[in-house]
C-alpha cells in the first residue's frame, strides 16, 4: 500500500549503521497501474487511474494522478471531478495475481523468511543472507533491480530493525526509493513523526489523542502510559505507548495463512429486488469458489455483507456442515443469510459474499455425507470445468447461471486472500 509522502521535516537519510537492522518491508509503487503501465507503456507519464465506472472506487493510481488528489479507495467519480484528463482502466485481478506471485517468487530467491501481508507488500528478514548477499542496504538494491528488470516494475523499501519501522520506512521511501532506519535511530525517527503515523491510529484515536495534548509520537511517548489508556483504552494505551518507544517484538512470520476470501459489487443505482441482489450473490459465490480452488483452499464459513442506501453496513455469517470450494454450496449460503437479514424496504448499494474459516483441501477427511454425495461431487467437477475454460479463453469466458435475468450494470471490486489493493 502506498502512503503518503514523508511530513515536513521527516529527514530521507538517519544514518549508515546497518547492524541490528535485518527486516525488510518491500512495497511495489502504485502496484496495479504500474501492472498496467507495463501492458500499456504509451501511457507512462500520463494521470492512470485503475477502477470501474460508476460508484466504485479507485483501486491505484499513477504518481501523475496522485499530483492532483486523486488517492485509492477515493470514490471514482470524485477523482475523475479531480481530474478529469485521467486515463481510466478496468481492473484486471488476474493480472494483478500473476505479477505478485511473480515478485513473491523473487522475494523468497533472497530468504525464506518472507511474511506476505497483501498482495503488493511483504516483510523479509535477511539476517540469514547477509552473509551470501552483502548487507541489507546492498539486498534491497538487489530487490529492486530484479523485479524492475524481469517484471518491469518499481517498488520501496524500508530497513529497520522492527516490523513496524520498516513498514514506515518503506511508506516515506516512495516513490520507487529505499530508507534504512538504524536501530540506534528508530526513537529519534518515531519522535519526528505525527501520531496518526503509528499503527491503529485512526481518524477516531486520532482525534480521541488530541483531545489529551497528544498530536505526535514524541508527545505521546512523553506521556506516561496511564494517560494514553484513559484517551484510548487499555489495551490500545498500552500498545501504542510501546510502537512509540520503537518496541515491537513481532518476528517475521514466513507462510502468513489466508483467513478469508471474497469479491463484493457496488451497484449502479440502489435496488431493493430481491431477485437482483440474489443474481449477484450467485455470480460473487463464484467468483470465491473459483479463487478457492485456485489456492486449493475449501471454507467452513460463509458470511455477507450489505451496505443500505444510508450507509449502513450489516453482516451475517453461517458455518457450514461441511468445508466447500463448490460455488453453488456457497450461494446456497448466501442467499440463506439474506433472506434472514431484515431490510425493512431499504435499498440496497453493496453486497459482498466472503469464504472464511479456510483449510487446504488435503488436510481433513472427507465425511461420510461428502463421501456419497454424488450430487455435491458433480457439481465441483462442472465448476472445475468452467475453471478450465476460464483459464484457455478468459475470465469472462463463462460465469455462473441465474434465472434472474440480466443483472444491472455495476461495478465490482474482487478481493482475494488478504485482501486485494
Given amino acids: 500500500m502506498s502512503r503518503t509522502p514523508p511530513p515536513p521535516g521527516v529527514r530521507r537519510s538517519w544514518g549508515s549503521d546497518e547492524d541490528g537492522a535485518s527486516i525488510l518491508h518491500v512495497d511495489m509503487d502504485a502496484f496495479f497501474a504500474s501492472v498496467e503501465l507495463v501492458r500499456r507503456p504509451d501511457l507512462r507519464g500520463r494521470p492512470v487511474v485503475v477502477g470501474g465506472d460508476g460508484r466504485s472506487v479507485v483501486l491505484a493510481a499513477t504518481y501523475e494522478a496522485r499530483a492532483y488528489g486523486v488517492h485509492s479507495a477515493m470514490p471514482m467519480a470524485q477523482a475523475i471531478r ?42 523479509l528478514d535477511v539476517s540469514g543472507a547477509r552473509r551470501r548477499l552483502g548487507p541489507p542496504t546492498r539486498i534491497a538494491a538487489l530487490i529492486r533491480e530484479r523485479v524492475r528488470r524481469e517484471l518491469g516494475l518499481p517498488c520501496s523499501v ?38 496518526g503515523s503509528l499503527w491503529g491510529v485512526g481518524e477516531r484515536t486520532r482525534e480521541s489523542l ?5 498530536t505526535t509520537v514524541a508527545e505521546l511517548a512523553a506521556n506516561d502510559v496511564s494517560v494514553v ?25 514466513p507462510e502468513r495463512q489466508e483467513k478469508s476470501v471474497g469479491a463484493e459489487t457496488t451497484f449502479e443505482h440502489d435496488t431493493a429486488d430481491q431477485a437482483v441482489l440474489e443474481g449477484h450473490l450467485l455470480r460473487l459465490a ?71 474459516g479456510l483449510t487446504e483441501v488435503g488436510a481433513r477427511q472427507l465425511t ?26 478468459g475470465a469472462g469466458a463463462v460465469g455462473a447461471a441465474t434465472l434472474t435475468g440480466a443483472l444491472p450494470a455495476r461495478s465490482t471490486t474482487a478481493v482475494g486472500g488478504s485482501e486485494l489493493s
Fill in 286 to 356: 463464484d467468483r470465491c469458489s473459483t479463487s478457492l480452488r485456485e489456492r486449493g483452499l475449501v471454507a467452513r464459513t460463509v458470511s455477507i455483507k450489505i451496505r443500505t442506501e444510508e450507509f449502513t453496513t450489516l453482516s451475517r455469517s453461517r458455518t457450514l456442515p461441511v468445508p466447500t470450494d463448490v460455488g453453488r454450496e456457497i450461494y446456497l449460503a448466501a442467499r440463506h443469510l439474506l433472506a434472514g437479514t431484515e431490510l425493512g424496504g431499504r435499498r440496497v448499494r453493496l453486497v459482498g459474499v466472503r469464504a472464511e
Fill in 229 to 253: 489508556q484513559r484517551a484510548v483504552g487499555r489495551a490500545a494505551g498500552a500498545h501504542l505507548h510501546d510502537l512509540a518507544w520503537g518496541r515491537d517484538p513481532r518476528p517475521v512470520v
Fill in 368 to 393: 461420510l455425507e461428502e463421501a456419497v454425495d454424488d450430487a455435491s461431487d458433480a457439481r465441483r467437477r462442472a465448476e472445475q470445468a468452467m475453471d478450465e475454460v476460464r483459464h484457455r479463453f
Fill in 82 to 123: 479531480l481530474c478529469p484528463q485521467a486515463v481510466v482502466l478496468p481492473p484486471d485481478q488476474s493480472a494483478y495475481r500473476e505479477a505478485s506471485a511473480a515478485v513473491m517468487s523473487i522475494l523468497r530467491d533472497v530468504t525464506a523468511i518472507v511474511e506476505q501481508v497483501s498482495v503488493d507488500e511483504a516483510f
Fill in 210 to 214: 488530541a483531545r489529551w495534548g497528544i
Fill in 158 to 195: 524500508g530497513i529497520a530493525g522492527t516490523k513496524f519501522v520498516a513498514k514506515l520506512a518503506s511508506g516515506f521511501a516512495k516513490p520507487d526509493g529505499v530508507l534504512l532506519v538504524p536501530r540506534g535511530a528508530t526513537v529519534e525517527f518515531l519522535h519526528s513523526l505525527p501520531v
